[in-house]
């Protein structure tokens, strides 16, 4: 075994933007606001990513799915949220301000149904300072006019085609894995001028409820997430870095420093911890404090050794 890496060897960068660490958090997966309420400073003060991603921002206020939203599956979580949110004006003029203080650097996501909304919503974020990167959910399960741009490489490059000039802010494309060859939109995104991609979001899913026979969740199917997806995405990562030159932020499952690795291993620069944060809402501290003895027992001395691994 290597000796042991210290803190300072986990130091690394995603599209430019210099981290302490690699954990970052999976969008709607920690809300800071809700953490403060609930937790007070701690959770703030001790934060446990080393990037913080927003909820999904969309222009208008939505009120979210009907219930029931959530299902606990073996290994797993479906979820059908449906992306509730205080539209653009409510998250720039409230939440963002609490984001702001935040001591660690803030990618916002987005979603729209059509390019002309995203370009609103791009412009918008991109011109506050406490935003430094800007995350685009062309992948969620949940809103269909947010899954249609995802799946086809043409309406990916032409999305970021058009977004592409207005902002030198990093644009990163949340990959859905629900198609045969993520790759393909992957290289739609970088052809686009995308920076990064991340991936996986979640994989289309269904249950029926026990009692009544019926679907179980209010808008009949939603998105699975949690280690059961973790092979499906690790396989996703492998091949998509194999397709593309701009780096990975890699999720699927994530829930300690062992299964981060793996998906530094596959081919991500960075990764998100996501359903975990709704079991451990320090799961990434966890990951950070056990990254230096992951990597020391595969005989790494830094997370930049493991990075620059590429597996046949
Ligand atoms: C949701 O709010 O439905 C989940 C977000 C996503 O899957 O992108």
Same mark, same amino acid.
């Given at each position: 075994m290597a000796d042991l890496p210290a803190r300072e060897a986990l130091a690394t960068e995603i599209c430019g933007i210099p981290l302490d660490g690699p954990v970052l958090?999976?969008?709607?997966?920690? $809300?800071? +606001?809700?953490?403060?309420?609930?937790?007070?400073?701690? +959770?703030?003060?001790?934060?446990?990513?080393?990037?913080?991603?927003?909820?999904?921002?969309?222009?208008n206020p939505r009120p979210g799915n009907p219930p029931y939203r959530l299902w606990e599956t073996p290994s797993g979580?479906?979820?059908?949220?449906?992306?509730?949110?205080?539209?653009?004006?409510?998250?720039?003029?409230?939440? +963002?301000?609490?984001?702001?203080?935040?001591?660690?650097? +803030?990618?916002?996501?987005?979603?729209? $149904?059509?390019?002309?909304?995203? *370009?609103?919503?791009v412009e918008r974020v991109a011109a506050e300072d406490a935003v430094d990167g800007i995350e685009l959910n062309v992948s969620c399960p949940n809103v269909h006019s947010g899954l249609i741009v995802g799946e086809q490489p043409a309406e990916t490059e %032409?999305?970021?085609?058009?977004?592409?000039?207005?902002?030198?802010?990093?644009?990163?494309v949340k990959l859905t894995p629900n198609v045969a060859n993520p790759h393909e939109v992957a290289m739609g995104a970088e052809a686009g001028g995308a920076d990064a991609v991340s991936m996986i979001n979640t994989v289309k899913a269904a249950a029926?409820?026990?009692?009544?026979?019926?679907?179980?969740?209010?808008?009949? %199917?939603?998105?699975?997430?949690?280690?059961?997806?973790?092979?499906?995405?690790?396989?996703?990562?492998?091949?998509?870095?194999? /397709?593309?030159?701009?780096?990975?932020?890699?999720? !699927?499952?994530?829930?300690? /420093?062992?299964?981060?690795?793996?998906?530094?291993?596959? !081919?991500?620069? *960075?990764?998100?911890?996501?359903?975990?944060?709704?079991?451990?809402?320090?799961?990434?501290?966890?990951?950070?404090?056990?990254?230096?003895?992951?990597?020391?027992r595969r005989g790494f001395g830094s997370l930049a050794e493991a990075q620059a691994v590429t597996l046949a």
């Open positions: 958090n999976g969008s709607g997966t920690f $809300d800071v +606001l809700a953490a403060r309420q609930v937790f007070g400073d701690v +959770l703030i003060d001790e934060f446990p990513f080393d990037c913080y991603v927003s909820k999904t921002i969309t222009m979580m479906i979820n059908s949220i449906g992306l509730p949110g205080p539209g653009l004006d409510g998250f720039v003029n409230r939440d +963002l301000r609490l984001l702001a203080s935040l001591e660690v650097p +803030l990618i916002v996501s987005v979603m729209a $149904d059509c390019i002309e909304d995203f *370009v609103v919503l %032409a999305l970021l085609k058009a977004l592409r000039p207005l902002t030198a802010k990093p644009l990163i029926i409820d026990p009692q009544t026979s019926r679907p179980w969740l209010g808008a009949g %199917a939603g998105g699975l997430s949690g280690p059961a997806v973790r092979p499906i995405a690790l396989a996703q990562v492998r091949a998509v870095s194999a /397709a593309i030159e701009i780096p990975i932020i890699g999720m !699927g499952g994530i829930t300690d /420093a062992e299964s981060a690795l793996e998906f530094i291993l596959a !081919g991500a620069r *960075v990764i998100a911890v996501g359903t975990e944060n709704f079991r451990d809402p320090k799961a990434g501290t966890a990951v950070t404090e056990g990254l230096p003895a992951a990597l020391a």
